[in-house]
Every structure is written in C-alpha cells, then in structure tokens.
C-alpha cells in the first residue's frame, strides 16, 4: 500500500467521502496529523469511493470527475485522501489503483473463502446465524463498510460477533484450565480440512468476488439499496 500503517497514532481509521463534492472528511487515531491509513480506514476508504462514484465495480478511478482529488498517477488513477499540507510528512496521502487492486484481491479471497466453506458444508450464507470474527484487527473493522466492499457477507450486523486476540486467549485458558485443554483436543479432532486447490471451485468463487462488491448483486442487497441512493 502507498501509504499503508499500522492502527497506531497518526493512522486514518475511518473515512467519508461527499458523494456531491468527492470531498473527504476522516478520523485520525490520535486526533493528530495523518500519517497514512490502517487497514480499517482503507475498508472504509474502499466503500466511500464505491458509494460516491469515484470508484467503479472493478475498482477503476473515475477520472473525469470535476475535483481535484483525482488525478493520473505513477501507477494509474489515484485519490487524494490528505493534502502534503494537512499531513504529518508533508507528503500527499493517496490511495492508488494498485492499492485498489490489493484490496480488491485479499478481500476476494476472504469472501471466496466463506462460500466455499458454506457450500462444502450445504448451507447458504443467508442461513449462518452467527459469524465469528477473530483477531485484534477484526475488532475495529466497521462491519457496514465490509459488506459494502464484499468482504463480509450481507446479513445483518447482529449475527456479527468479535472476538478480538482469540489465539492468545485460547493459549492463556489452554495453559491454564484442563478441561479447556481437553475442549481445544475434542475440536481439533472435529475438525475438516479442505483443500481449497483441489478444484476450480474456489477459484470461481474468487474471480467473482473481485469486484465491488460482487458479479452477483444479488448476495448484496443492503449494499444495492445504499446505491439507488446515492
């Protein structure tokens, strides 16, 4: 990423952009000086360029629109998120087709990931009551801005649950209570492996994630809706 950080102070966590003005408005941890964007304010600059229009399904930047915050970069089309005058480097901070493309790919790949999983166990994704979300960045992503990039599935936000560092925590209780341990071994033995390169499924299933949100809109339809809107 071109100006991808780490969620520490200086990073941009979340991101507004006008759908009249193309304008951004964004929050900095730390309520200082930008210094790049965290991996929760790329998801959520993602999803305001989709919305607004300066993003179109397949990722390409509008270039025609009347702002300045589009512009022909190294790399291909590119938005300025931060003026060099506004930022803790003097440096623009941009978000470039490259970096749409990375996004596009890792989210792919995820949302690629839950319906095979969904299939190989015969149910749809409309059907899961509930959706466990490890790891301490989980925790932070903004589940509405998720769905809108394709993410997350689109079901609703009460069937979400973030667990934060469950590695660490599940170690700590494995360490420390016998009857976890002896719950960790029992799910272990539970569990099924599949081989996600042993067809084309997963890869047909990724190939059509790689757009915003999806070559079926129909699997979004909050996300649809959010779009006659605009």
């Not at 990931?113 to 509930?130: E, I, R």
């Not at 973030?162 to 033995?189: C, H, K, M, P, S």
């Not at 539970?190 to 059509?208: K, Q, V, W």
Request: hydrophobic residues 45%; aromatic residues 10%; neutral net charge.
């Amino acid at each position: 990423m071109a100006n991808g950080m780490r969620a520490t102070e200086g990073a941009i966590e979340e991101v507004w952009v006008n759908s009249g003005t193309y304008e951004p408005t964004y929050r900095v941890i730390g309520a200082g000086k930008p210094k790049g964007i965290c991996g929760s304010g790329l998801i959520s600059l993602l999803a305001e360029l989709f919305l607004s229009g300066v993003l179109d399904k397949a990722g390409n930047v509008n270039l025609t629109l009347k702002t300045k915050r589009v512009r022909q970069g190294e790399h291909g089309g590119e938005y300025v998120v931060a003026w060099g005058a506004e930022t803790e480097h003097g440096k623009d901070i941009v978000i470039t087709r490259v970096d749409v493309d990375n996004l596009l790919r890792a989210k792919a790949a995820i949302y690629a990931g839950f319906t095979v999983l969904a299939d190989q166990v015969g149910v749809s994704l409309a059907d899961v009551g509930k959706m466990l979300i490890g790891g301490s960045f989980g925790k932070y992503i903004n589940v509405e801005k998720a769905v809108q990039i394709g993410l997350l599935p689109d079901m609703p936000w009460e069937r979400f649950e973030f667990l934060g560092n469950t590695a660490v925590r599940g170690a700590y209780y494995a360490l420390l209570d016998w009857q976890a341990r002896q719950r960790v071994a029992e799910i272990a033995r539970r569990m099924t492996y599949i081989e996600l390169s042993a067809d084309n499924t997963f890869y047909d299933a990724f190939m059509s994630a790689l757009f915003l949100p999806h070559t079926d809109m129909g699997r979004f339809p909050t996300v649809e809706a959010a779009l006659r809107k605009t």
